[in-house]
């Protein structure tokens, strides 16, 4: 398996609070993604890097910011947390974007419930 | 990135061949088919992906349709470990590089 962890890996926090969640890989791999989880919508990408400090929105952006000042950590932070932000967080990683090598691996997962 | 039919649900015998089925009528030539399987709470894992040609690795084999409109994933040898969602993805490399889950298929393995 990948080499990639995820911290916390459950979280339950008040609306209004910030939160951040952690993601670490030992693979050296260049991209990483943070992606939730939620029933009847699948895996929805929020935000991916493709090196350090190089960053770019997914499909469902609004309300996180990341940041990835090392290679091997991306984090996801909620500034605000809101209730509709209660999901499972999967961060995945890749060696490349294009041909073999831009397979994405997923680590374990990070439950939060915003209450 | 081509839309893909799977079924619900299928049941297996422990120790049997688990055949998944997957469509994807509308795929490009520059689309890879890619499997991954999530066991319940865990993250997705990635089992195999191919272009055209029938791959094989030590979790699966991957079997495309040579107009590539449908392809089928071979688990050889089912354990009950196995059971999971399993989805069938179509998209081309590069880009923005996400991925898109559908609803996938709950394989059951049973005794």
């Known amino acids: 398996d990948a080499g990639i962890t995820q911290s916390p890996r459950h979280k339950v926090t008040e609306t209004g609070t910030p939160v951040t969640l952690r993601c670490h890989q030992t693979e050296n791999h260049r991209y990483m993604y943070w992606y939730r989880q939620d029933p009847g919508h699948g895996l929805r990408l929020i935000h991916y890097?493709?090196?350090?400090?190089?960053?770019d929105k997914g499909e469902v952006s609004d309300g996180y910011s990341v940041s990835r000042s090392k290679t091997e950590d991306f984090l996801l932070t909620l500034e605000s947390a809101t209730s509709s932000q209660t999901s499972v967080y999967f961060c995945a990683i890749s060696e490349s974007a294009s041909g073999r090598k831009d397979t994405q691996y997923f680590g374990p997962g990070t439950r939060l419930t915003v209450l | 990135d081509a839309k893909t039919t799977q079924p619900p649900s299928m049941d297996c015998a422990e120790g049997r061949a688990a055949n998944l089925p997957c469509n994807h009528s509308t795929i490009s030539g520059n689309e890879y088919v890619y499997w991954y399987r999530q066991i319940h709470s865990q993250g997705p894992q990635y089992i195999i992906h191919g272009l055209k040609n029938n791959e094989t690795n030590e979790m699966a084999s991957l079997i495309i349709t040579e107009d590539r409109k449908s392809s089928t994933l071979i688990l050889p040898h089912a354990t009950l470990r196995d059971t999971a969602v399993y989805y069938c993805?179509?998209?081309?490399?590069?880009?923005?590089?996400?991925?898109?889950f559908g609803t996938g298929t709950q394989l059951k393995v049973e005794l």
């Open positions: 993805i179509v998209r081309a490399t590069g880009g923005g590089n996400k991925l898109t």
């Open positions: 890097s493709y090196g350090v400090k190089d960053t």
